[in-house]
């Protein structure tokens, strides 16, 4: 067995046995990795509070070899975002967020830049800013960081076109915006996407976490945006993500 030691965000845990809990991290030295805690869900225990959704944690465990599973030996906060859990329409957002990292990383496979984005944005979410557009925002990251960059550039589907050339249509199946061509054969499953949407979704990509916050979206904007993420994120997951139901997904009991 060996000691291991990284920075942490839990991301969901569930109930395991009649006293201990398995919790799902994102790490910064080794990715995704769940871990078994022995005696959590007892009265009296050494973690407290430190397991809990979207804490921020500086995490202690054992790898077994031949044991996907880890020994969780201690967890000491970082910060426990503790503001999330207190306002329905954050922890709803927040949940969405961890929930994405959770679908789309493998265990094991460690991206610094996944950790620090879901980090910053857990610190946006719970700093004020309107939830539901940081939840976009932050997705829009999350789906570059992990190898799902939407395509803005050419025709996500045949390649040709640039920019300009391009249809106003997201194809999600595609993974990004599609010529006219291709836009007209695969019309029912395409989304519209105006100039000022395009706009944003590749400043979204492009600025750096700490800058993104800076940018708004009203109205038609934010409502194509939203349609074209969900979409995108059922392709990218093969399942619909829920975007409120983080009691039964996170598992707080």
């Given at each position: ?76 906060i970082l910060d426990s975002f503790a503001g999330l859990r207190d306002d329905l329409s954050r922890m709803s957002s927040a949940a969405r967020m961890a ?155």
């Amino acid at each position: 067995m060996s000691l291991l030691k990284t920075p942490a965000i839990v991301l969901k845990s569930r109930k395991w046995g009649e006293a201990d809990r398995i919790v799902t991290f994102y790490t910064l030295r080794f990715g995704k990795l769940r871990g078994v805690a022995r005696g959590a869900r007892r009265l009296r225990n050494r973690f407290g509070s430190a397991l809990e959704p979207f804490v921020h944690c500086e995490l202690n465990l054992f790898e077994k070899r031949g044991d996907s599973l880890y020994r969780i030996t201690g967890s000491d906060i970082l910060d426990s975002f503790a503001g999330l859990r207190d306002d329905l329409s954050r922890m709803s957002s927040a949940a969405r967020m961890a929930n994405l990292v959770g679908a789309v990383t493998g265990e094991g496979d460690a991206h610094p830049s996944i950790f620090e984005t879901l980090l910053n944005g857990l610190h946006v979410l719970q700093s004020g800013h309107d939830p539901a557009l940081t939840a976009l925002l932050f997705q829009i990251r999350l789906l570059g960081d992990t190898g799902f960059r939407p395509q803005t550039d050419h025709c996500a589907t045949c390649g040709e076109g640039h920019g300009q050339m391009l249809s106003g249509q997201f194809s999600p199946l595609a993974g990004g915006l599609v010529c006219g061509s291709c836009a007209r054969r695969d019309r029912d499953r395409c989304l519209p996407m105006s100039a000022g949407s395009l706009a944003f979704l590749q400043q979204a990509l492009r600025w750096a976490p700490a800058t993104v916050t800076r940018l708004k979206a009203t109205g038609q904007i934010r409502n194509e945006l939203e349609a074209a993420v969900e979409s995108y994120v059922m392709v990218v997951t093969g399942k619909r993500l829920p975007p409120a139901d983080f009691l039964s997904s996170l598992h707080y009991s």
